[in-house]
């Protein structure tokens, strides 16, 4: 009856594993770091479309921590950290804050802009920072008034 030996790889089989694994596992959560980026960013953009269209049909009867509650509720679990909303009349050309959005009228841009961090799970694999900036504008026309 003829035995399979195994040669003494057993060792050398346990060091390769012990290697091979933990790049594995980094590289697989790097790939996973950099898929939440991309979706965060789209969820953002997104949340904001969706903010500034609530914004210009709602001049009347919506207020800024409303416009502000749509977009965390569109971010959802995705939410950035430290995320600001601002609301405002904007001008159409260069998109610059000239008051309250509430103030303004039928045809008149209103401007959406969220801006946060994104803070991935594991920044040193994916060859992110430890803390990514990104923000999203809307430009609309109000259609309330």
């Known amino acids: ?19 091979a694994l933990p790049l594995a596992f980094a590289f697989m959560f790097a790939i996973c770091d950099v898929g939440r980026a991309i979706a965060t960013k789209q969820l953002l953009v997104n949340a904001t479309r969706s903010a500034a269209r609530q914004a210009a049909v709602g001049t009347t ?15 959802g679990k995705l939410a950035l950290s430290g995320m600001n909303v601002q609301v405002y009349q904007a001008d159409p050309a260069t998109g610059a804050n000239i008051g ?39 430009l609309v026309d109000c259609e309330a008034n």
Do not use: H, W
């Not at 009856?1 to 089989?13: E, H, L």
């Not at 009867?61 to 971010?75: P, R």
């Open 1 to 19: 009856m003829y035995r399979a030996r195994n040669g003494g790889r057993g060792g050398s089989t346990a060091v390769e594993v012990a290697i």
């Open 61 to 75: 009867t919506l207020t800024t921590s409303d416009i502000q509650n749509i977009v965390a509720t569109g971010m």
């Open 100 to 138: 309250p959005f509430t103030k303004a009228e039928n045809g008149q841009c209103i401007a959406v802009q969220v801006t946060g961090n994104f803070v991935p799970n594991v920044p040193s694999f994916s060859l992110l920072k430890s803390s990514v900036s990104m923000t999203s504008k809307a």
